[in-house]
Structures are given as C-alpha cells and as structure tokens.
C-alpha cells in the first residue's frame, strides 16, 4: 500500500477526465432537468399565487389561468423522459469504465501468470476483479455527473432566482456555500471510512475462501469451532466498518438538510415581512405579484438543494476510487518482451529449446534455485529431468512458460532468444501438464474442449481414445456430459490427469513441458498414464520433469539436475 502519492493521483486523474467524458450526455441531461425543474417551479407559483392572495383577501378571487398547468404536465412529461435518457446513458458509462477496468487488471494478472499469487492472496485478487472494481460503477454513474453538476444547475438556478426575487438568491447563495465546508469535512471521513471497509471486506473474503478450501484439513483437525469465531470476528470487523461509512453518510446528508431548512426559512421570513407591508399599501396587483415571486423562491430551494445532496451521496464513490487506485497500482507489472527484434514465432516444424547458462533466483536468502544452467532440448525428441525434489525442475518450468525471466543467461527456441517472442506466438507453441491438472467446475466435454474450444467432434474423439479417457466413460453416469465439481472433484487423480493429456491432443502444440505429471498416482495408473503420455510426445520436443523411476518408459536425453546444477547430462538410448 505504498504506492507512491503521485502514481495514485496520476490514475485517479486519468479516470476521472475518462469518466467525465463519458458522462457528457448525463450532465446535459442534468442540467436540462434542473431548469426544466425550475420552471416547473414557476408554474405552480402561477398556479398558487392568486389563489393564496385571494384567500388572505388581499386579491379579488379570480380563476386561475390555465397554462401553468399544461407546462408542469407537460415538463413532467420531459423530465421523466430525461430521467431515463439520462439513467440509460449512465449505466452504459459505467458498464463500459468497468469492463475496460477488468480488462486492465487481467491483462496485468495474465502477463504476471501464478507469480501474481507470491504478491496477494487469490481471495483479495477476487475482490479485487470483481468487488472492487464493481463499486467503483457509482464513480462513473453518480460521482462523474455529480461533480460537475452540484455547481452547474445551483449556479443557473441563483441566476433565475435572482431575476426574480434578488434578495431570496443571496439568501440561497450564502446557504448553499456552506454546505461544500461541510461535505468537505465529512468527506475525509468518508474517504477514511471506506477504505477500512474495504480492507475488512477483503480479509473476510480471502479468509472464508482459505477456509473452504482446506475444509478437510479444519473439520480432521477439530478446529470448526475456532475457525467458526475467526470467521465471526472477521464478519464483525466488516458489520462496525459498515456502520461507520453509513454513520458518516447520514451527518453529511443531515448537514444539507440543516442548510435547506435554514434558506427556507430565513426567505419566508423576509418575504413574510415584505408581504406584512405590503398589505397594508392596499396595492392589491403588487401583492399577487409578490406572493406569487415568494413562492417561487420558496419552492425552488429543494430543487437547487438537490444536485448537492446527489454529490454528498456520490461523494463515498470518489472515496472508493482512491482504494481501487492503491489495490491496482500495487500490482506488479506484467513483464514485457524485450524490445527491438521481436520474433512473432519460430519454426514450426520441430523446435529445438537450448538453455544457455540460465541462472534464476526466487529468494535471495534461499540462494538460487537455477545455477549455470546450459542444456539442449533437440527438435522432435524428449528430454528428462531428474532430480530430487527441490532441485529446480519446477523452475525450469516456469522460465519456459515465460511467467518468469532468467536473471542471467538465455533461453532459445530454435536460436531465437524466448525473450523476442510475442507472448500469444509462445502460448500457442506449448502445452503444459502439471502435477494436479487444472479442472473447472463444467462437464468433462467443456473441460477437454477448453483447450480448443472449436475442435470439430471428430478431434475431439481423437483426442479421448488417445487419451484413455474413453476407458473411463462408461462408468461415468452421463459420458462426456458428466458434471464435475471445481479442480477436478468427483474424478480419481488418474482420470483427471487424463483429461489433461485430452486436452494437450487437442492443442497439438509441437512443445510439450510435463512436470511430474504421476508424481500423485500409484504405480498401476502411472504406468497407464505415461503409456498415454509416450503416444502424446511423438513429434514433439519434450521436456519431462519426474524423480518417479518408472521414466525409463521414455526415450531421450536425461538431464540430472540437484541444487539448481546440472550434475549429469547423459545421452539414453
Ligand atoms: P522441483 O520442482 O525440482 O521440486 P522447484 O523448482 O519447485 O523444485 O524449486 C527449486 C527451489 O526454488 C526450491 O528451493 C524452492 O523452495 C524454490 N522455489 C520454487 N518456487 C518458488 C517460489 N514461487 N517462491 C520462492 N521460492 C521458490
Ligand atoms: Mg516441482
């Protein structure tokens, strides 16, 4: 959260003139119905003038004049026309600022890959996506308009006043200029307020996601009681933040009304006066005039009091912005190509992927998990990696999918540094297959196809009989349609594994990494899953990382590595 002052004003700058702009139709509009207001205003004091000074007996009872009435129906007919061009046009610029948001934290989430998850928690990087830059809809929708409204319509709506009753205009004026040394006060509070909440918010969340995850291990161990009042203490932490902004809400908008009221009656005193005199000159066409100018300044105080009350209720969404600010600037940044001779891809036929002196370092305190490292992956065949657990097969991994970058040495792929190729031309080239394969809560057809999703039904056959997942379909109740829960539940570790080959058929990708991909399986099922996996490595350039002594199954190079050094380099047959 140290993200420095400037960075945060520079991108709630930026969002701000973004969301200006696309609030012009919204202010037109605003503006538009505060006169429209204000007229209607006129009518009803056209309407109610003669008849109140016909009543205090001052005026001979006449009948109203019947226009007033046709233009408040027929403003009340535009207004509500307004309202719902206005709301329509909105709501679309705040659905058009968030998806150009989500599509700006998941580009940066998608560049960094999992090492996005060493930096947050997955629970806050959820609230983030979806919650935070949800509440930040009201910055577009309400703040955005409101900020320039609060001081548009009340100034236009002085200047009618004041043609028509000078002394009620200074009398709003001067309430009116109060209220922003108010909202100004409560605003920080605001602002205070809803970050708490939020923070709140989120640690809830990425607690109860951290809690269902590991439900097994909590309910095994005793601890639902424990975990139950932490959870309880996290939800209440959230319930008094809550309370808090709602509390800061309320005496912002309470200070409006106190000004509202104030302007209501300091005009109808003066006015009360006024008429006071004015009734004893007996000038009976003046005394209508004057009552019904009264009335006009006394109808228009919640019309010019209302685009304030709209910014004090907008005023917690500019708060939120701030927040949202800290959270999407302290995202690392994803890393970018290196410039200069970007190479869209590389040979397609048969890629050869060379290590060259590649040293990497998570932690400077744990030393390097990749020292020196140099060996070659020739076009067409496999390679093993052996070596214990920890010795940096896993990393190796990594710097191939490009999620990270070596700290010195290169990597190349076919003699092009991996470094000059364009992310999508690298993504397409691989297919990875990891310990636990990666299972969507979806049918398993969705699950296989999610490799490509336009694969005719044909490939896809393919792809399950090579696969073997078709050994496993009939005992499935609905075949491919079966249902299968969130990271793969409801299916043994073999089966889900075999939906991961599945889906590496379908992307025929002339790059295979494999890392330990039986090291959770027993001997039998390994045994059936490398034989699947043999058939899948055909053509391609492998990279096999397994300590399991069942690789010998395969044929290639074996590279052994331990500490982050390659310790032997053999050539098998
Ligand atoms: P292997 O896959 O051979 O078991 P890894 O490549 O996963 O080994 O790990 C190599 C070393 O790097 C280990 O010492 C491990 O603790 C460290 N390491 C791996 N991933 C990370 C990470 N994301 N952050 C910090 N250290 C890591
Ligand atoms: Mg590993």
Redesign the pocket.
Same mark, same amino acid.
């Given at each position: 959260m140290s993200e420095s002052k400037a960075a945060i004003k520079a991108w709630t700058g930026a969002q701000r003139r973004m969301g200006l702009r696309s609030a012009r139709p919204s202010i037109l509009i605003g503006l538009a119905t505060g006169l429209i207001g204000a007229f209607q205003m006129w009518c009803i004091a056209c309407l109610l003038g003669p008849v109140l000074s016909g009543l205090v007996g001052q005026a001979s009872q006449s009948t109203p004049p019947a226009w007033p009435l046709i233009g408040f129906a027929v403003a009340a007919c535009v207004r509500i026309v307004l309202g719902i061009v206005g709301e329509t046009a909105s709501a679309r610029a705040g659905r058009v600022a968030r998806s150009r948001l989500r599509r700006e934290v998941l580009t940066t989430f998608v560049g960094n890959g999992?090492?996005i998850l060493?930096h947050a928690h997955s629970g806050a990087l959820a609230a983030l996506v979806v919650d935070r830059i949800e509440s930040l809809d009201g910055y577009f929708t309400r703040w955005a308009p409101a900020s320039v409204l609060w001081i548009a319509v009340p100034f236009c709506l002085l200047l009618v006043t004041l043609c028509v009753q000078p002394h009620a205009a200074l009398i709003l004026g001067i309430c009116g200029a109060a209220v922003p040394f108010a909202q100004a006060a409560f605003g920080i509070g605001a602002a205070v307020a809803s970050r708490n909440q939020f923070l709140a918010m989120t640690r809830l969340q990425a607690r109860f996601l951290d809690r269902v995850r590991g439900i097994a291990t909590i309910v095994l161990s005793g601890r639902t009681e424990d975990e139950a009042t932490r959870l309880q203490a996290a939800a209440d932490e959230l319930r008094q933040r809550t309370m808090k902004i709602l509390r800061v809400a309320f005496l912002s908008s309470a200070s409006i009304d106190c000004a509202m009221v104030v302007a209501l009656i300091l005009i109808a005193l003066t006015d009360g006066r006024h008429a006071a005199l004015m009734a004893q000159g007996g000038d009976t066409g003046a005394f209508r005039h004057l009552v019904t100018d009264s009335l006009f300044a006394l109808l228009i105080v919640p019309e010019f009091f209302a685009p304030l009350r709209s910014l004090a209720l907008a005023y917690q969404d500019r708060a939120l912005v701030q927040g949202a600010a800290e959270d999407v600037l302290a995202l690392p940044e994803a890393p970018q190509p290196a410039q200069g001779q970007t190479v869209r891809s590389v040979e397609a036929h048969g890629i050869t992927i060379a290590f060259e002196n590649v040293s990497f370092t998570?932690?400077e305190a744990?030393g390097p998990?990749?020292d020196h490292v140099s060996f070659v992956a020739p076009a067409g065949e496999t390679l093993i990696l052996a070596?214990?657990?920890?010795?940096?097969?896993?990393?190796?991994? %990594?710097l191939l999918l490009g999620f990270v970058k070596p700290e010195s040495g290169r990597i190349t792929f076919n003699g092009a540094d991996m470094q000059t190729i364009v992310p999508d031309a690298l993504a397409r080239m691989i297919s990875w297959i990891g310990q636990k394969p990666v299972l969507f809560a979806g049918s398993l057809r969705e699950n296989i196809l999610f490799a490509r999703p336009d694969a005719t039904e044909e490939e896809l056959a393919a792809a399950v009989h090579a696969a073997a997942v078709d050994r496993f379909l009939d005992v499935l109740p609905d075949g491919l349609e079966t249902m299968i829960g969130e990271g793969g539940f409801g299916l043994s570790g073999g089966q889900a594994q075999r939906i991961a080959i599945a889906r590496a058929y379908l992307r025929n990708a002339p790059i295979l990494l494999l890392? %330990?991909p039986t090291a959770h399986l027993d001997p039998t099922t390994e045994a059936d899953v490398f034989e699947s996996l043999i058939r899948l490595t055909l053509r391609r350039t492998v990279i096999l990382?397994s300590h399991s002594t069942a690789v010998h199954m395969f044929h290639g190079r074996r590279v052994d590595?331990s500490h982050?050094h390659v310790s032997v380099c053999q050539e098998s047959a």
């Open positions: 999992p090492a060493r998570w932690d744990r998990a990749l070596g214990p657990s920890g010795s940096g097969k896993s990393t190796i991994m %990594e890392d %330990e990382a590595l982050g």
